[in-house]
Antibody, heavy 123, light 108 residues
Framework: EVQLVESGGGLVKPGRSLRLSCTAS????????MSWFRQAPGKGLEWVGF??????????EYAASVKGRFTISRDDSKSIAYLQMNSLKTEDTAVYYC??????????????WGQGTTVTVSS | EIVMTQSPATLSVSPGERATLSCRAS??????LAWYQQKPGQAPRLLIY???TRATGIPARFSGSGSGTEFTLTISSLQSEDFAVYYC??????????FGQGTKVEIK
């Protein structure tokens, strides 16, 4: 079964750091780009960033709201994607989802989602 | 930035009836449009991509249509498990910085 499981969420004070993990199973992790999304309480979905597969350079891109504070990385040997979040703000409070991406014609589609992990930034 | 606008915000439908959801893009996204379903407390699930291709395991009662700037998701006969929020998302311009704001399908 194809599966993504996020972990690492929790309560953190503003300005602090947190690292989320996304553990994949059931597919060849290294073949896929991976992305992170988030959803603030009662709000819609917001793209956070993504990382290409190593075959495409393993490069990353980020939303403007997190650029310079968040870093996505991957360890293909462990089938894990990471989201390092630094200088956290209260507005980063959300459920964070890890997704698998597959390429369809002009861009990526999020075909597999994890169950999400909750990050609460509060003093 | 492409803006995705969904309508209506809420759709009240009786089980067994047809539901028609709309999504409009502020500029052409060709057929690079996906639909997702999200139930309370759950992650989104991919329903449709390429505007009209059902994802693996998605029942045939879900269908998508449209191209350019106007898209439709149709649920032919609503089942109890279909009451959820539905989001459209364009991927013609990657990354997908924006989703639609969602349409909530509720029981009438």
């Amino acid at each position: 079964e194809v599966q993504l499981v996020e972990s690492g969420g929790g309560l953190v004070k503003p300005g602090r750091s947190l690292r989320l993990s996304c553990t994949a199973s059931g597919f060849t992790f290294g073949d896929y780009a991976m992305s992170w999304f988030r959803q603030a309480p009662g709000k819609g979905l917001e793209w956070v960033g993504f990382i290409r597969s190593k075959a495409y350079g393993g490069t990353t891109e980020y939303a403007a709201s997190v650029k310079g504070r968040f870093t996505i990385s991957r360890d293909d040997s462990k089938s894990i994607a990471y989201l390092q979040m630094n200088s956290l703000k209260t507005e980063d409070t959300a459920v964070y989802y890890c997704t698998r991406l597959f390429y369809d014609s002009s861009g990526y589609v999020m075909d597999v989602w994890g169950q999400g992990t909750t990050v609460t930034v509060s003093s | 930035e492409i803006v995705m606008t969904q309508s209506p915000a809420t759709l009240s439908v009786s089980p067994g009836e047809r539901a028609t959801l709309s999504c409009r893009a502020s500029q052409s996204v060709s057929s690079n449009l996906a639909w997702y379903q999200q139930k309370p407390g759950q992650a989104p699930r991919l329903l449709i991509y390429g505007a009209s291709t059902r994802a693996t395991g998605i029942p045939a009662r879900f269908s998508g249509s449209g191209s350019g700037t106007e898209f439709t998701l149709t649920i032919s006969s609503l089942q109890s498990e279909d009451f959820a929020v539905y989001y459209c998302q364009q991927y013609n311009n990657w990354p997908p910085r924006t989703f639609g704001q969602g349409t909530k399908v509720e029981i009438k």
